[in-house]
T-cell receptor, first 115, second 117 residues
Framework: EAQVTQNPRYLITVTGKKLTVTCSQNMNHEYMSWYRQDPGLGLRQIYYSMNVEVTDKGDVPEGYKVSRKEKRNFPLILESPSPNQTSLYFC??????????????FGNGTRLTVT | AQKITQTQPGMFVQEKEAVTLDCTYDTSDPSYGLFWYKQPSSGEMIFLIYQGSYDQQNATEGRYSLNFQKARKSANLVISASQLGDSAMYFCAMREVTTDSWGKLQFGAGTQVVVTP
């Protein structure tokens, strides 16, 4: 089944403890992206990747890192999480990095709480 | 500047009735795509329908149709014959083909729909 898989679904952590949220897609998509969703703000892009070893900042990249060593994987790294990073996170992918007609396929989300 | 505007924070609709969710957008790019996503209470994002800026006809997908008015920069979603399972948050989104956005999907704030029996 074609899908984007994020893990974990739920995560509670403490301020400053490094964490990684994994994302993997099995559709051979070039484009991958991370979003965070906060009430009243909709979804905002954190980072994106056009292909392997090509990543760039989105609208809210502060406090996050990503890597794209393989086409299928795009982990999100929080080196020193803070409470303002408490949010619902989505990984997404699509086949064409610049085509306007490609919907993003989303993972099921990771609900992160930083205390 | 806000690229996607959804002016209805929430709506109630009765089962079997049709509902229209408003979406306006702002772009100077001639080539763009408009998308609607559904987010049920379980949290996942489900792609519903797509409209391209050059498409001559309004998109339809089952009970979903998109009322695309390009001159008004409007892309309203119409859900016909609402069902209880349609209760969810609905997001309008746009994807531009520019070097600034590089395929970013930009979302509106969403409209919460509650379908009542």
């Amino acid at each position: 089944e074609a899908q984007v898989t994020q893990n974990p679904r739920y995560l509670i952590t403490v301020t400053g403890k490094k964490l990684t949220v994994t994302c993997s897609q099995n559709m051979n998509h070039e484009y991958m992206s991370w979003y965070r969703q906060d009430p009243g703000l909709g979804l905002r892009q954190i980072y994106y990747s056009m292909n392997v070893e090509v990543t760039d900042k989105g609208d809210v990249p502060e406090g996050y890192k990503v890597s794209r060593k393989e086409k299928r994987n795009f982990p999100l790294i929080l080196e020193s999480p803070s409470p303002n990073q408490t949010s619902l996170y989505f990984c997404a992918s699509s086949p064409q990095p610049t085509g306007s007609n490609s919907p993003l396929h989303f993972g099921n989300g990771t609900r992160l709480t930083v205390t | 500047a806000q690229k996607i505007t959804q002016t209805q924070p929430g709506m109630f609709v009765q089962e079997k009735e049709a509902v229209t969710l408003d979406c306006t957008y702002d772009t100077s790019d001639p080539s763009y795509g408009l998308f609607w996503y559904k987010q049920p209470s379980s949290g996942e994002m489900i792609f519903l329908i797509y409209q391209g800026s050059y498409d001559q006809q309004n998109a339809t997908e089952g009970r979903y149709s998109l009322n695309f008015q390009k001159a008004r920069k409007s892309a309203n979603l119409v859900i016909s014959a609402s069902q209880l399972g349609d209760s969810a948050m609905y997001f309008c989104a746009m994807r531009e083909v520019t070097t600034d956005s590089w395929g970013k999907l930009q979302f509106g704030a969403g409209t919460q729909v509650v379908v009542t029996p």
